[in-house]
């Protein structure tokens, strides 16, 4: 008997007890997003530039409390910025605010690089890339010359993120390079073997094609940039195709690393090894291929502690006939592929992109979003269970370690089939629960909402750096509450090529209040903030000794 009630508490604690079912739909075209953004051929594909799409991204760029929406395109139309006016509605804006554009975009990543207090856009293309500094939160204005990030050719530039690897309070840039394309010389579909899939023939590569560099550039502090990647041991690396980036504390020495989603080549793991170096491990550290030792055809990426551990493991969307990966953390930096085991291997004929782990019940576990969408539309003349456009998967965790697709019964936006790539998660209305962006080609965007209420509390964090970068990218936030402890970063870029909400989400059950909040800053700074109401937004700027709840919140360095 005593056996028996031991086991129903641990249970307790491990697994969610709530039989809550989420039911999504997509809100987009009466939120006023509408716009139909192109991405190369809707029936057939010529150039490979045509399948890779583009990002998306959530940014407050007026600092109004609420979260505003940048979509990317490709070429034909414009990257657009639609601002949140509240009540779920958008107003596009983006003549206003100088971010009318040509060309093909692909991934955008954000922060405040100069410290001004306005969060910043990155955008890659290809072609050259555009840094837009936020003055006022009026307007953006391309200083992408004046920084010196102008490059010297035209490059296939995909994932970005801001992050400061030295901690000295100035967001440097990584950039990931896919391949050296060139329409003049790139063979025509079905023009050798890299040049079809299955029996049909379609856009060539990327296999075939030549392979390019990975690019950091680092922050002077002046608002200028120099290109670092020889000094730091990022270009180090040749001979990979790369897309999505996610940079995290991996090993827990407070030092930011990078990994790189690869297709069709070993993906990477740049580890931070101080003073402006790092070292590619990604095979030593056991995230370069799958647990067969097959190099995937990596895309979209994202990183949590979805077990509860306190370490941040990694999860990696392929192609189809390959399964997602999930990386699990040992504790020191080095990962096993747990995906069998995690139930996420199942769902092999999706071709997967944008990925984020988030927590749409509140219940404390990160659970997990990815959408789908083929590169061939071809492929729909094989009549086979492989469509161009599909689903998104909604998988809950579990606990313990487990997750189980519950995407038939997540509510007719999961359901809907498009050719998706870019994928963001944020809070558009501060009401804790979080709203799910996507990019689809040539279509108008989908913006999911949960219309059905979780019972879980929940808080947002807002992280403000003094001694750090404004953003407090890099920061990692330890929270107690009920019992348990979670554990989040909070980082620029991520998914597939985009952007998610720089604010911190964490849901926290039946808890009635968070107990203790500790954060590492960048700057080494760890200050601790107890005794918090949940259900509320709490904003918490770096060092800072005030009132609040009638607790003195305290800071001190170790």
């Known amino acids: 008997m005593r056996l028996f009630i031991a086991l129903v508490l641990v249970a307790g604690l491990v697994w969610p007890s709530s039989p809550y079912a989420p039911r999504f739909e997509n809100i987009a075209r009466r939120a006023g997003l509408t716009q139909v953004f192109p991405n190369g051929g809707e029936n057939s594909k010529k150039y490979i530039i045509e399948t890779t799409g583009s990002g998306i991204g959530f940014i407050d760029y007026d600092n109004d409390g609420l979260l505003d929406l940048f979509v990317l395109s490709g070429e034909g139309g414009t990257n657009r910025m639609y601002h949140n006016e509240g009540g779920a509605r958008f107003r596009d804006v983006t003549a206003s605010v ?3 554009s040509s060309g093909w975009a692909q991934g955008v990543c954000a922060g405040d690089y100069d410290n001004d207090g306005y969060t910043d856009l990155f955008v890659t293309y290809w072609g050259q890339n555009h840094l837009y500094r936020n003055i006022g939160g009026k307007h953006f204005e391309d200083v992408t010359e004046q920084a010196h990030l102008t490059q010297d050719r035209k490059r296939y530039n995909t994932g970005c993120s801001f992050v400061d690897i030295e901690s000295d309070g100035h967001l440097d840039l990584f950039v990931a390079n896919y391949l050296k394309f060139d329409p003049a010389s790139t063979p025509q579909p079905g023009a050798n073997p890299y040049c079809y899939y299955r029996s049909i023939a379609v ?4 296999r075939g094609l030549p392979f390019d560099r990975n690019i950091l550039y680092r922050n002077n502090g002046d608002g200028t940039f120099r290109d670092a990647s020889d000094a730091s041991g990022i270009s180090s690396p040749f001979g990979h195709y790369s897309l999505g980036v996610l940079t995290g ?10 990994y790189v989603a690869c297709d069709q080549t070993p993906s990477l793991l740049y580890v931070n090894k101080g003073h402006g170096r790092f070292e590619e491990e990604g095979v030593l550290d056991g995230v370069a291929f799958d647990a067969n030792g097959k190099a995937m055809s990596g895309m979209g990426v994202t990183a949590a502690d979805y077990s509860g551990d306190g370490h941040l493991s990694i999860f990696r969307s392929n192609f189809s006939d390959e399964f997602e990966t999930l990386y699990r953390n040992r504790g020191d930096g080095t990962f096993d592929d747990v995906t069998l085991e995690a139930g996420l291997g199942h769902n092999t004929r999706f071709v997967g992109w944008g990925a984020s782990f988030f927590d749409f019940n509140n219940d404390g576990w990160k659970d997990l979003i990815l959408v789908n969408g083929h590169a061939f539309p071809e492929v729909d003349s094989l009549h086979l269970d492989i469509h161009y456009k599909d689903q998104a998967i909604l998988y809950q965790n579990l606990g313990a370690g487990k997750f189980r697709d519950i995407s038939e019964a997540a509510g007719p936006g999961i359901l809907e089939k498009h050719s998706s790539r870019g994928l963001a998660v944020g809070d558009l209305d501060n009401d804790g629960l979080l709203e799910i962006a996507i990019n689809n080609q040539n279509e ?5 909402k949960q219309v059905s209420r979780p019972p879980g509390n929940w808080i947002l964090i807002q992280l403000i750096g003094t001694k750090s970068n404004r953003s407090a990218i890099g920061a990692q936030v330890k929270l107690t509450a009920g019992g348990r402890t979670q554990i989040d970063e909070v980082r620029s870029g991520g998914s597939y090529l985009s952007q998610g909400d720089l604010r911190l989400h964490f849901g926290i059950g039946d808890a009635t209040a968070v107990d203790r909040i500790e954060i590492r ?7 601790v903030v107890t005794d918090q109401a949940c259900d509320r937004t709490l904003q918490i700027r770096e060092g800072a000794v005030e009132l609040r709840n009638n607790k003195a919140v305290s800071a001190r360095s170790y």
């Not at 856009?203 to 990327?206: E, F, L, R, V």
């Not at 108008?444 to 999911?448: A, F, G, I, K, R």
Request: with cysteine.
């Open 98 to 100: 100088g971010l009318l």
């Open 203 to 206: 856009n060539c590569g990327p």
């Open 249 to 258: 504390d991996f090993n827990g020495d407070g030092l930011p690393d990078i």
């Open 444 to 448: 108008p965007p989908s913006l999911l």
């Open 521 to 527: 800053w960048p700057s080494g700074l760890r200050q």
